[in-house]
């Protein structure tokens, strides 16, 4: 166990819906990040969020957004849902930040697969 | 552009065939290469960093090593066990953490 939560596991929705996936962080941890993985590609960068400020991001699209909260939980919004969104959506968080030290690898939770039909 | 590319692509090992993965890298500011290892539909797991050239990890029958322009990962002795995915990835000053596309090892009895 990674000390990562994703919430929830499994999601099937419509196209054009808009879903909200969760992620708690493990204890200490401030920066969150966000991948999507789609069936049999690798993992895509698409933020990332340190204590509660977006610190870099990757090739998100506009119709995803994503905050990070005071108590440092995560989520990720995914808006007006195409078939290829579908794909397992990854949640890591890492203490690392601004002029931190080592000690910079991030731990993944078990993802949200996403199935849009 | 950063760059993080893996190779080979698949890898086929007998049991106790031992071997190397690759994972070569054009970034400037590393701040470091993790390894990881990921199962079919499970979260990756995080097995190295590695900070600076000449570092070397070992972990079982894993063992991680750093040069100025790639990383390798030597496998020794391999088990079916040690059948997966194995992700290298980049970080970048305080930025995001880049992944290659990884190499899948599977390993017969």
């Known amino acids: 166990d990674s000390g990562v939560t994703q919430t929830p596991k499994h999601l099937i929705t419509a196209t054009g819906q808009r879903v909200t996936l969760r992620c708690s962080p493990r204890?200490?941890?401030?920066?969150v990040y966000w991948y999507q993985q789609s069936l049999d590609q690798g993992l895509q960068f698409l933020i990332q969020?340190?204590?509660?400020?977006?610190?870099a991001k990757g090739n998100i699209l506009e119709r995803f957004s994503a905050q990070q909260f005071p108590d440092l939980h995560s989520e990720l919004n995914l808006s007006s849902l195409e078939l290829g969104d579908s794909a397992l959506y990854f949640c890591?968080?890492?203490?690392?930040?601004?002029?931190?030290?080592?000690?910079?690898?991030?731990?993944f939770g078990q993802g949200t697969r996403l199935t849009v039909v | 552009e950063d760059q993080v590319t893996q190779s080979p692509e698949a890898l086929r090992l007998q049991e106790g065939e031992s071997s190397s993965l690759n994972c070569s890298y054009t970034?400037?500011?590393?701040?470091?290469l993790f390894w990881y290892r990921q199962d079919p539909g499970k979260g990756p797991e995080f097995l190295f960093t590695?900070?600076?050239a000449g570092e070397e990890k070992e972990k079982e029958r894993l063992k991680a090593t750093l040069t100025k322009k790639e990383s390798f990962l030597h496998i020794t002795a391999p088990k079916p066990e040690d059948s997966a995915t194995y992700l290298c990835?980049?970080?970048?000053?305080?930025?995001?953490?880049?992944f290659g596309a990884g190499t899948r090892l599977t390993v017969k009895p």
């Open positions: 890591a968080s890492s203490v690392g930040g601004p002029n931190r030290g080592r000690n910079t690898e991030a731990f």
């Open positions: 590695l900070y600076s």
């Open positions: 990835a980049v970080q970048v000053m305080d930025n995001d953490m880049r």
């Open positions: 969020y340190y204590n509660g400020e977006e610190r």
């Open positions: 970034v400037s500011g590393l701040r470091g």
């Open positions: 204890s200490g941890d401030l920066s």
